[in-house]
DNA sequence: GTCTATATACCGATAGAC
DNA sequence: GTCTATCGGTATATAGAC
């Protein structure tokens, strides 16, 4: 039998060029907008033009969606980094943690924050495939909460929504600035005082 | 001097027109979306061809714009009139009531959320007369507030966010459920309970 | 004020040479 | 795998006849 070597040189550049070209659009999204992110505006970054992009996506939603799996596999991480330096104590430690981690996540990157959370560009909806990574960090969270005893949906629903409005405020009124990154550890400490009773 | 009526006949049919072409829009943002509200769509729906929405519109933005009027000043009634029927007799009672009613009027219709409250459409910025509506609702929501002795900018940042959260959350992730909608009272009682210190 | 016709500028996607 | 050339469609907006 022949060897089929999971990775060789080919799959290597193959892989590698997929990451240049999600990384131009990141760049494009960045810089112009999510809505701009345009298969030519992607393809002149990475010094190709517009059609070659089919080599290595199927289309252009294809590439919307390997950013949203980007997005959410990076928010993941960012989650897990900021846990393993500061292993938070007590569920109100684990709370702050969560939500400063989350909002100076979402807040970075606009264009990011649209694609993550909002259905801003019309039609498009992500593969199960790229929905994994969303689901992890929520299905994270929950085990994280549920070891400090908080399990009831409705309270994680609470908390999620909380940090989210907190977030898409700052963003929308305030970009650039902390009008509601200021208000975030209160919010957080009334949220956990609620759950005590 | 020549009379010169504030309103005849000829300013009236225009107003109309201009109110049809409106109402179109809406709809068909709410039918398709509110990135597909084309000038072919808007005016095939008010019987018209496109080009002809320019003798009443300067521009598709323009549309936008008294669409983005429209719903603030919908949503300032919306507020009156829920106020004019069950008349808040406490803080409590004010902010549960504001908040239901914000909340219920978005969540029947993401087109117009979109608009109002997200920033989805490239290029569109509400025009200064537009925007005033939207300043007006929460210029009277702070002097609701107010006589119920709640004037912190801080305190009604932190309202407007998790009433804001809710709905996000809401029309992201169940919409024409009531998942997060079940959640309000509790979290309004939570915020008012944290104004008592 | 509405129409037809058109200008101008894009877009995503495909065919086929190399 | 990348290219050129192009298809077929979208859009906003303008010019000028009626």
Known sequence: ?????????????????RREI??????????????????????????????SLYSHFASKHAIYDAMFADAWTECGRAGR????????????D???LYAATFFDFCVVDLAR??????????????????????????DELR??????????LED?????????GLIDAQLANDPGGDRWRRLLDHAIDMYVDSLNH
């Open 143 to 152: 085990d994280r909460l549920a070891t400090f005893g908080v399990t009831r």
């Open 94 to 96: 684990a709370m702050h």
């Open 81 to 92: 980094e900021a846990e393993a330096k500061h292993p938070p104590q007590s569920l109100r």
């Open 156 to 164: 994680i629903d609470l908390y999620t929504a909380i940090v989210g």
């Open 113 to 138: 924050f649209q694609l993550m959370n909002q259905r801003t560009i019309p039609g498009f909806e992500p593969s199960p495939e790229s929905y994994a990574p969303a689901v992890a960090v929520l």
């Open 22 to 51: 999600v990384d131009a659009a990141w760049e494009v999204a960045r810089d112009e907008g999510l809505a701009q992110v345009t298969l030519r505006a992607v393809a002149e970054r990475v010094g190709m033009r517009a059609p």
């Open 1 to 17: 039998m022949l060897g089929t070597p999971s990775r060789n040189r080919q799959t290597e550049r193959r892989e590698a060029t």
